[in-house]
């Protein structure tokens, strides 16, 4: 361990994470050593600090402009410190990365109090990132000593490691906790929010697998808050063994589907130690909100009364085929007490709904459907937007009542052809003429889709039993793709969800590239050598071929009848800078969770 000593209450602990004993350049966590040893606290058991999170930009060497006004409000709140959760670049292959530092030590160098980051998956993908995030920052995991407290940073970003804290990490987090026995508060931070049980809709998810071994490490010490980021929003997570889980990454863009309601807002944490007691404010530019101002509670209400208490059948439609059918909306009532509402329809041009709005007595421990007949003739009409139910759920615990706002769950349907045995993956698609095609056509916030000769798309798939096969054809009247890792998605690019997979296929200045975002008990976030994949450019014309082994897969085996759900985004960057994409399904943009998808079927 590399120990920095210090003056009076303060005392800086530096683990052993392969730092060198002395750098070309001091780093974040040296500097603000160096500020903590020239203003010590003048009362160790009083004292502000503040906590940000996932401020990366869109923009590789630039800053958000509300991160940037934060930084204005931080050198007038003037606290002891700000640490970040987090995504403090936007990240991308290595040999990126310098410049990105570079602009980011240069805005932040307006701040006039110490600053202290954990790493984030955008700041670390691999060996190369990581030794520039100690180069400019420090080490991935330390502990810092600051009047009556221990701060501990942890790396949920290890190189290698899955969704958890890898055992050897949390040794040292016991030897570290051990050997702090004086302190009266403790504070955890880190990136990804592994303490959760519940995604960001308030889906259950495996704590017990994500977080145990570090909440078993922690009892018995006087951990006061866990802060992490990741997702882009404010959540209150709650108490658990006497700890407080907070979610904090609102200094940078949004989450791109979530609402206010929902915790989507640019905001930080003004926390105050006094003592042994530990409280915050939430703060936005010009508000303060209570700490409960969305908790774990409330967005598990939210997602379970417009997930399951109030459901619409899923309406299949194969591509090319008009809709003429009944549609059953149920409305579930748990509780012991019956409520009335209302359902109503918004509708759109080429579809009708009968009846537009309908009565309903929710019954106490019970429920009702209500039935409509939706109709659109022309099948060129049976595709988004689509008509959207309403309702106000007449019973909340834990706030107002939730309004209910869901589009009709159209879901297109595709067969999967068996893949011929001469198919090879060389993006001549020559092969793929008896497979069913799907077109790409809904295109990004204010791009027009009828000029097909700047983008247009088309996609297919292919199997047997040892691959899914997956081709694009694509118009595109210029390529423009100087990036390389997890930001390629910015320039052209395909971005191809299937089931709980999100791949990205890119012709790089190097060649082609497979990039991995997510998937099932593997490493994601990391660029991917086991898919097969060709790119070729003929004139405007861009051609994408991928072969994804059976194995990455899982859970859908290669066998005829498996049903898959998928996704596509055909990214777009033009040498002008504008930047737009089409879709296979509108709302592709966002993070996997919310994607909608078609459903395809292996025949």
């Known amino acids: 361990m590399k120990r920095h000593a210090g003056i009076g209450a303060l005392a800086v602990l530096l683990a052993a994470c392969g730092l060198a004993a002395a750098n070309a350049r001091a780093t974040a966590l040296e500097k603000a050593t160096e500020q903590f040893r020239a203003n010590s606290p003048i009362c160790g058991d009083s004292f502000d600090f503040i906590v940000i999170g996932d401020n990366q930009n869109y923009v590789p060497t630039d800053q958000p402009e509300c991160f940037k006004q934060m930084l204005r409000e931080f050198n007038i709140l003037q606290p002891s410190f700000v640490i970040d959760v987090g995504d403090i670049i936007l990240g991308g292959a290595a040999e990126g990365l310098p410049e990105q530092w570079e602009a980011f030590e ?3 160098g307006v701040l006039k109090v110490p600053f202290l980051s954990a790493p984030g ?19 991935t995991r330390y502990t810092v000593r600051y009047g009556n407290s221990l701060f501990v940073v942890l790396d949920s970003e290890e190189v290698g490691a899955l969704e958890r804290i890898p055992d050897a990490q949390v040794d040292w987090l016991k030897r570290e906790l051990k050997a702090a026995a004086d302190v009266k508060n403790i504070f955890l931070f880190l990136h990804q929010p592994l303490f959760t049980d519940t995604d960001e809709l308030g889906k259950p998810m495996d704590w017990e697998g994500r977080w145990s071994n570090v909440a078993e490490a922690i009892k018995g010490y006087p951990v006061r808050a866990c802060f992490a980021g990741h997702i882009h929003c404010y959540r209150d997570i709650g108490v658990r063994d006497g700890v407080h889980y907070v979610i904090t990454g609102g200094a940078g863009v949004g989450s791109g589907g979530a609402t206010e309601e929902e915790g989507d807002f640019n905001h930080y944490l003004l926390v105050r130690v006094r003592g042994d007691q530990v409280g915050w404010s939430v703060i936005r530019q010009g508000n303060v909100l209570p700490t409960d101002v969305v908790t774990s509670r409330r967005m598990a209400e ?17 591509y090319g085929a008009p809709l003429d059918r009944d549609v059953i ?16 329809w918004e509708t759109v041009p080429g579809w009708t709904v009968t009846p537009p709005e309908a009565a309903y007595t929710a019954p106490a421990k019970g429920g009702v459907p209500v039935a409509f007949r939706i109709v659109a003739n022309d099948p060129a009409q049976v595709r988004y937007p689509v008509p959207r139910y309403n309702t106000a759920y007449g019973i909340a615990e834990y706030g107002p009542p939730v309004t209910v706002s869901v589009d009709l769950p159209l879901t297109p349907t595709m067969d999967v052809q068996r893949a011929p045995a001469s198919l090879k993956i060389d993006a001549n698609l020559s092969e793929w003429a008896g497979a069913v095609w799907a077109p790409v056509p809904y295109p990004s916030e204010g791009f027009d889709a009828a000029k097909t000769d700047d983008l247009s798309s088309r996609m297919s798939l292919l199997w047997d039993e040892q691959y899914l096969y997956f081709a694009t054809e694509t118009t595109d009247n210029e390529h423009v793709q100087p990036f390389a890792g997890d930001i390629v998605w910015s320039a052209d690019n395909i971005e191809f969800f299937i089931d709980d997979w999100h791949w990205g296929f890119t012709l790089t200045r190097k060649g082609a590239e497979t990039f991995l975002y997510e998937g099932v008990d593997v490493s994601a976030e990391t660029v991917n050598a086991d898919v097969k994949l060709a790119v070729r450019r003929d004139g405007a014309i861009t051609r994408y071929e991928a072969a994804i082994p059976a194995a990455l897969m899982k859970p859908a085996p290669m066998k005829a009848g498996t049903e898959c759900r998928v996704c596509m985004i055909m990214n777009d960057l033009d040498n002008t800078g504008e930047r737009h994409w089409l879709e296979l399904m509108p709302g592709a943009g966002l993070d996997n969770a919310r994607v909608r998808k078609i459903r395809v079927t292996l025949k």
């Open 106 to 108: 240069r805005i932040t």
């Open 121 to 139: 998956n955008h700041d670390i993908s691999d060996e190369a990132s990581e030794k520039l995030w100690m180069q400019h920052m420090g080490p």
């Open 302 to 318: 939210m997602y379970t009364v417009r997930h399951e208490l109030v459901s619409c059948e899923e309406v299949d439609v194969p």
């Open 329 to 344: 909306v149920t409305v579930q009532n748990p509780h012991d007490k019956a409520f009335d509402g209302k359902l109503s």
